[in-house]
């Protein structure tokens, strides 16, 4: 049953990620003009909300989802490990080609950078993930760290890969609130008057918070988590399969659950 409903909140937030890059993409396509990169026009920057959602909201939770799948929960961990790496670090590729843009259409410009809160929270977040992805690498990657240092230091990543994950989320909201507000302020019609644009980018942010919220949820649920070796919590199951199946055994290859009736535990001897 925790494996039903694990699939049936995967899905549902695979398929909101995919829904919250597609509208963003939109509200860029549709009332900013498209995408260029030159290096000096404003199209080039509609890319930067684009990169941000993308890599610092959606490819980071993926990565951060990698030990809820159940194919992760037997076998060799190394894979896993590989893949979540692989992940984090697509998502900090795309974040900072959103940084570079919104960089490059400034100092053309003439703009100044990094006073706005949004600003402020995007640069900390950043700084933040490449800290978590280095440190992450070394520590869980590499296989001359000892068990006890991983142990020591596993809790704190798992605590920042959520902290990161919210700060992104605050990022983007308090990004799409300071591109409306830049682009409505001279507009015949102002954003407090709720045009299209405003309804439009207030629901794909009301969007990225309700992912933001299920990733968080799917990564709390203890029957979720990867198992420590040896432990299964209430509600994960693990298959065995046997190599050579026998038809007149149909037990083979059930999972068992506690001994066959009639049967006791064994004792320790003397």
Known sequence: ????????????????????????VYWMQLWHGGFAWDGTS?????YHPV???AGSVVVYSAASLVYRLPQSWV??????????????????ILTVLGLVVVFQFHNHENTVSLYSLHSWLGIVTVFLFACQWF????????????????????????????????????????????????????????????????????????LVVVFGLLVLYILLVSSWKRPEPGIL???????RRTVHPNP?????????????????PLKPLG
């Open 135 to 206: 440190l992450g690498f070394v520590v869980f990657l590499l296989p001359w760290v000892s068990v006890w240092l991983r142990s020591l230091l596993k809790p704190i990543h798992v605590f920042f890969g959520a902290v990161i994950l919210f700060l992104s989320v605050a990022s983007v909201i308090s990004g799409i609130n300071e591109k409306l507000f830049f682009s409505l302020n001279n507009n015949t019609q102002p954003y407090s008057s709720l045009p299209s644009e405003a309804v439009f980018a207030n629901s794909t942010g009301m």
């Open 51 to 53: 990169f941000m959602v």
């Open 75 to 92: 076998g060799p961990k190394l894979p896993w490990k590989i893949g979540h790496a692989v992940l984090h670090l697509l998502a900090f």
């Open 42 to 46: 404003r199209l080039m920057f509609n």
């Open 1 to 24: 049953m925790a494996v039903g409903w694990f699939y049936l909140s995967f899905y549902a937030l695979s398929l909101l990620g995919l829904m919250c890059v597609i509208l963003t």
């Open 233 to 239: 919590s209430e509600g994960q199951v693990v298959r």
């Open 248 to 264: 007149m055994w149909p037990d083979v290859g059930r999972t068992v659950t506690g001994l066959p009736e009639g049967m006791e």
